[in-house]
């Protein structure tokens, strides 16, 4: 039997022991910005990341091409009957966006909750242990990101800014487990105040977020969205959606309700995200400054927020 | 070719954040999780063929790495990639020769990497996941997974390591 450890190894074996609940302790909590070292190296780690995340999306991509060919047919007839909605619905949005500009106009009112910019990244990695779920993206404070921000795909929300380097930084989704991750989200109902609750957790079988402390009295359905509110101390923007109520459930003392939402977008598969930051000067002088490159950091025009 | 066995390392360890995350990405449907440790792996056959103190310091920067860049908690990968990596290489000279034992060591050190990590995340609240559940989905995939790697990587790497021995024989005196 080889010995494992002599007597100097097994006081070495302690001291690490020592260190390691040490550094976990330090580390643990929530950090706004992480050590110069470490965005270093995230930074220069991060610069050969986006190099494979290339790669691999490319490879990707061939592979859904010609999945993409074998679903054209469908698809195509689903996009069809689409589109006959399509023009009905501009025209509408239209119509709605020049009302709301003449009665803000009227209001007085400058800063929304729904205003924002925006600036596009790509994912350069994810925690492969899928303990903790984020991601990084090739986007860092240089661009104007600050911690807290909302990072958005397409389809909705998928996270936060969860801490930056210099060229990169690291995105807190939705669906990871820390007991801080909380973000305030409302529920549209028709005709009514909307209903604010907490993104709180996420529900593993289920594979669906956790909406918690609704009241008890609020009407709230399976179907309907949820979007962010745009209150609450991280600087989100209100009115990205999240997802879709898929069920409802009393906590035990009947005080709160709690539903389970499905998320709008898609967590483990996403290749651009946007980073949106609320009336911010910071991202706007960014993109001034980096028109001439080929990132096209636009800014969006939300869709009409109605409060 | 002295650098060889650290590009490898390094290509895998951003393989498992890259590569794998999109050619093989979870879906909301499944419940299985596949964790790739395959830079764990090839730290084992490292230390086992070239020396524990060899796996040590492969397994301290690589679980250094590992802390940085895919969290912002320190120590954890820092510590267990570190013992595991010095475990692995003080086990019985057989194992250099006979390839069930050393999937043995890789099943043993991959697992209690995982429930390393299952009582860590379950002691800071990071995940409330029973122990039932952990092993059902998260372990028994994984032990498969990276089970399925090193009958890949194990003839290539062994290969490998002992032309790179021989050559440093060869060099010293």
């Known amino acids: 039997m080889p010995h494992f450890f002599s007597n100097k190894r097994l006081i070495l074996l302690m001291v690490s022991i020592i260190l390691l609940v040490v550094l976990v302790g330090l580390t643990l909590r929530e950090r706004e910005e992480v050590t110069l070292p470490e965005q270093f190296m995230n930074d220069s780690v991060g610069a050969v990341q986006s190099v494979f995340q290339r790669s691999a999306h490319f490879v990707r991509g061939l592979y859904d091409n010609v999945i993409d060919v074998i679903n054209v047919y469908e698809e195509n007839e689903r ?109 549209e109902i028709e005709d009514e105040n909307p209903v604010h609750g907490f993104i709180e957790g996420w529900d593993r079988e289920e594979g669906a977020l956790r909406l918690q402390k609704m009241e008890a009295e609020a009407e709230i359905e399976e179907g309907q969205s949820v979007s962010t509110s745009g209150l609450g101390g991280l600087a989100f923007p209100a009115d990205i959606p999240i997802g879709e109520i898929i069920d409802i459930q009393m906590d035990e003392y009947g005080l709160t309700q709690t539903a389970l939402v499905e998320p709008a977008a898609d967590y483990y598969n996403m290749e651009h995200v946007m980073v949106l930051d609320r009336n911010s000067s910071a991202l706007e002088d960014f993109e001034e400054e980096d028109e001439s490159e080929e990132e096209e950091a636009v800014e969006l025009d939300p869709e009409g927020g109605t409060d | 070719m002295r650098y060889l066995l650290p590009l490898f390392v390094a290509v895998l360890f951003l393989f498992e954040g890259t590569w794998f995350q999109v050619l093989f990405p979870r879906t909301l449907e499944s419940e299985f999780i596949w964790v790739p440790r395959f830079t764990l792996v090839l730290i084992v056959l490292i230390s086992i063929y070239k020396g524990s103190s060899t796996g040590l310091i492969y397994g301290i920067i690589v679980g250094f790495f590992q802390d940085v860049v895919y969290s912002s908690l320190l120590g954890i990968y820092l510590f267990s990639y570190g013992l595991l990596g010095y475990m692995s290489g003080v086990s019985y000279e057989a194992v250099k020769n006979r390839v069930t034992l050393l999937f043995v060591v890789v099943v043993l050190v991959v697992s209690s990497l995982e429930l390393f990590t299952y ?55």
């Open chain 1, 79 to 187: 996009l069809k009957t689409q589109m006959n909605d399509y023009a009905l619905i501009t025209s509408e949005v239209e119509g709605l966006r020049q009302e709301n500009a003449s009665l803000l106009e009227m209001q007085e009112l400058s800063d929304r909750l729904g205003d924002y910019s925006s600036v596009s990244a790509l994912v350069i990695e994810r925690q492969p242990d899928q303990w903790t779920e984020t991601i990084g993206i090739n986007r860092g404070s240089q661009h104007g990101i600050e911690s807290d921000m909302a990072v958005i795909t397409v389809d909705g929300l998928v996270g936060r800014i969860q801490h930056t380097g210099m060229f990169t930084s690291q995105v807190q989704l939705l669906s990871d487990g820390e007991r801080m991750n909380r973000i305030s989200a409302k529920v």
């Open chain 2, 119 to 173: 009582g860590i995340y379950q002691g800071i609240g990071y995940t409330a996941m029973p122990f039932a559940d952990f092993a059902q989905y998260r372990w028994l995939p994984s032990l498969l997974l990276n089970g399925v790697f090193l009958m890949i990587i194990v003839f290539p790497i062994r290969k490998l390591i002992r032309r790179l021995n021989d050559e440093e024989r060869l060099l010293s005196p």
